[in-house]
């Protein structure tokens, strides 16, 4: 059994539709694939008719922005109430901090001699719950500026780079706490890329566990061989799930294809109780 839990629509910064994320991973060979957009659950309506119909098994899925001292930390929440008033206030305030830092973005990449306007990069990001930096980054691909969007962030978008603007993202031992609530699972997503690895340490993560974390994703394109097995030793020792995934974005992440990395049965059982 094939099992992704980590992928993105267009719902957020993806460039498939739902139909189109569940029709290419049924094509992929999947049988159990997650939708995660970032900070949105638009995407689950669309993506469960399309599951019906092809015959693959969608788990409900999101990947939240938070913050942890200050560095940036992904969370995946699975399977929780969409309606929840707590969760949804949430997110709102982080989907709005994103689409106001839009023109802040813009005004920095003018300054730099770069001149996009807001509707050239809303035209990239139609579908989607939020404008983000990806979107932007497609608006500079598209006049040139940049060949693709993985340019665009480590010359421009990144932070510390000179267009970069910090926004709101809820607190991770919040959003863990708001998830489990909602009668979700709570899974730390890549814990080890960009750094993060100095703030989640394992001491860290034992922590995160007494507050409610259910497991930890480590099969990822961003952790090499030696992070997934000290973060493997960890989730044992801890006694959390262990997931792989892809963190599938269509064209809008080159080498991250569907099912590129995968969670075993017997791991997403355990998380989703089943
Ligand atoms: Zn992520
Ligand atoms: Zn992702």
Redesign the pocket.
Known sequence: MKIDL???SDR?DGTDTPTELIENAKAAGLEVIAI?D?DSTEGWKEADKAAKRVGITLVHGI?ISTKLEGKSV?L?GYEFDPKDKPLLHELRKVIDGRNSRLPATLERLRGLGIDITAHDVRVRSTNAAATGRPHVADALIDLGVVKDRTEAFDRYLKPGRPAYVDRYAADLTTAIGLVKAAGGKAVL??PWSRGSHRVLTRDRIGTLKEQGLDGLEVDHNDHGAEDRAALRQIARDLGLVRTGSS?Y?GTGKIDFPLGGNTTEPEQYRRLLGL
């Open positions: 980590h992928t993105h957020s995660t970032h990947e992904h995946l997503a890549h963190d974005h």
